[in-house]
């Protein structure tokens, strides 16, 4: 889509995952023929933090601020042309005071570890009891425990994000490649501080998003910098910032432990569950809820005791994914039930059909 007038916008990326703005030098990037505008924090009317649940996502770091992780945008260029614009942000000099990042939960929750946000490391915990899950293994004829690792995957749709805005009526109009048209409009008008019918919301071709595109990426940009220049704004991701940016799901280290009677009967189950929900929070809480709520699978048993972690650290965020926490706990219970079943000695299907 092109509109008269369109112009085009992209962020300059933070170089560490964990650093201290310490200053934005665009005076270059602005004598360039061809740039309109470099914009910061300082340019947002309304609020500086956007998010489906926790506000905690940084629309811009400010200069003295903390970066959270490599996608977070330090300041929007606007441009005429995409060349110009591409050039222009080279041009851009940040300087930084580096921390060290929190890599890992296994970091995120150690007694002196930085903090990724103020608030502490810890996002979301979950605990879901039922009956006696301690004395039902202990009385079990089997018993097994593993251990289970599920890494970060990347959506992997066809299209990357876009956004086109421009000044609509009172306010603001986006075409947008996004999956939730009503939640965009909600972290637009926050950023803007604005009333929600101020902004009309359009979707256009998605894409694929598989819940990598709930949470805002461009939308509120593109319409911010639309509003700050009063033409069309056109942004759209290259793949590498796509990759960068936007959620993921969430990894998770898994604890489980099964005991069964001798006919492979489930007697009880504990787990303990710890995400990495990264940069921001997301859908975090969500997905490690439905993580731990999932993780008996669809089975009749009364005695299980789940423990669920979300951590926050500086590498990507992770939220919905498709699944949304429940395969990775499907994973490790399905598992331990194929190596119950050969210890009792019947089939994969036998112990489930049973249960």
Same mark, same amino acid.
């Given at each position: 889509?092109?509109?008269?007038?369109?112009?085009?916008?992209?962020?300059?990326?933070?170089?560490?995952?964990?650093?201290?703005?310490?200053?934005i030098?665009?005076?270059?990037?602005?004598?360039?023929? @061809? /740039?309109?505008g470099?914009?910061?924090?300082?340019? #947002?009317?309304?609020?500086?933090?956007?998010g489906? %649940? $926790?506000k905690?996502?940084?629309?811009?770091?400010?200069?003295?601020?903390?970066?959270?992780?490599?996608g977070?945008?330090?300041?929007?260029?606007?441009a005429?042309?995409?060349?110009?614009?591409?050039?222009?942000?080279?041009?851009?000099k940040v300087?930084?005071?580096?921390l060290t990042?929190?890599?890992s939960?296994?970091?995120a929750m150690?007694?002196?570890?930085p903090?990724v946000?103020?608030?502490?490391?810890?996002?979301?915990?979950?605990?879901?009891?039922?009956g006696?899950?301690?004395?039902a293994?202990?009385?079990?004829k089997?018993v097994?425990?593993?251990?289970?690792?599920t890494?970060?995957?990347?959506?992997?749709?066809?299209?990357p994000?876009?956004?086109?805005?421009?000044?609509?009526?009172?306010?603001?109009?986006?075409?947008?490649?996004?999956q @939730? /048209?009503?939640?965009?409009?909600?972290?637009?008008? #926050?950023?803007?501080?604005?009333?929600?019918?101020? %902004? $009309?919301?359009?979707?256009?071709?998605?894409?694929?998003g598989?819940?990598?595109?709930?949470?805002?990426?461009?939308?509120?940009?593109?319409?911010?910098?639309?509003?700050?220049?009063?033409?069309?704004?056109?942004?759209?991701?290259?793949?590498?910032?796509?990759?960068?940016?936007?959620?993921?799901?969430?990894?998770?280290?898994?604890?489980?432990?099964?005991?069964c009677?001798?006919n492979?009967?489930?007697q009880?189950?504990?787990?303990?569950?710890?995400?990495?929900?990264?940069?921001?929070?997301?859908?975090?809480?969500?997905v490690?809820?439905?993580?731990?709520?999932?993780?008996?699978?669809?089975?009749?048993?009364?005695?299980?005791d789940?423990?669920?972690?979300g951590?926050?650290?500086?590498?990507?965020p992770?939220?919905?994914?498709?699944?949304?926490?429940?395969?990775?706990?499907?994973?490790?219970?399905?598992?331990?039930?194929?190596?119950?079943?050969?210890?009792?000695g019947?089939?994969?299907?036998?112990?489930?059909?049973?249960?």
């Amino acid at each position: 889509v092109y509109l008269e007038g369109m112009i085009y916008a992209s962020a300059v990326r933070s170089a560490h995952p964990r650093a201290i703005v310490k200053a934005i030098h665009a005076e270059e990037a602005l004598a360039m023929p @061809g /740039v309109i505008g470099v914009y910061t924090a300082e340019d #947002i009317p309304g609020e500086n933090k956007v998010g489906h %649940i $926790v506000k905690d996502w940084d629309t811009m770091i400010a200069v003295g601020s903390m970066t959270h992780y490599l996608g977070d945008a330090i300041c929007i260029v606007a441009a005429e042309t995409q060349e110009i614009l591409e050039k222009a942000k080279r041009m851009v000099k940040v300087e930084y005071e580096i921390l060290t990042p929190v890599r890992s939960p296994e970091e995120a929750m150690a007694f002196d570890a930085p903090l990724v946000h103020r608030g502490g490391n810890l996002l979301a915990h979950k605990h879901i009891q039922r009956g006696n899950p301690a004395e039902a293994i202990a009385k079990s004829k089997h018993v097994l425990t593993q251990h289970f690792s599920t890494p970060w995957t990347e959506h992997a749709f066809l299209e990357p994000e876009c956004a086109l805005a421009f000044p609509y009526k009172d306010g603001v109009k986006v075409y947008t490649s996004d999956q @939730g /048209v009503y939640d965009t409009r909600k972290e637009i008008s #926050i950023m803007l501080g604005w009333e929600p019918e101020r %902004i $009309v919301v359009e979707n256009k071709l998605v894409g694929g998003g598989f819940g990598g595109k709930e949470d805002v990426t461009v939308q509120h940009l593109s319409a911010l910098v639309a509003l700050l220049t009063g033409r069309p704004c056109k942004m759209k991701l290259t793949r590498a910032e796509s990759i960068l940016i936007h959620p993921k799901r969430h990894p998770m280290e898994m604890e489980f432990s099964i005991g069964c009677d001798e006919n492979g009967i489930i007697q009880g189950v504990k787990a303990k569950v710890i995400a990495d929900t990264g940069a921001y929070a997301s859908l975090g809480g969500p997905v490690l809820e439905r993580a731990c709520t999932h993780s008996v699978g669809p089975y009749c048993y009364q005695n299980t005791d789940i423990r669920g972690f979300g951590y926050y650290t500086n590498n990507p965020p992770a939220g919905a994914f498709r699944g949304f926490g429940v395969t990775q706990t499907c994973f490790a219970i399905e598992t331990l039930l194929n190596e119950m079943a050969e210890k009792v000695g019947i089939s994969p299907w036998e112990i489930r059909y049973r249960n």
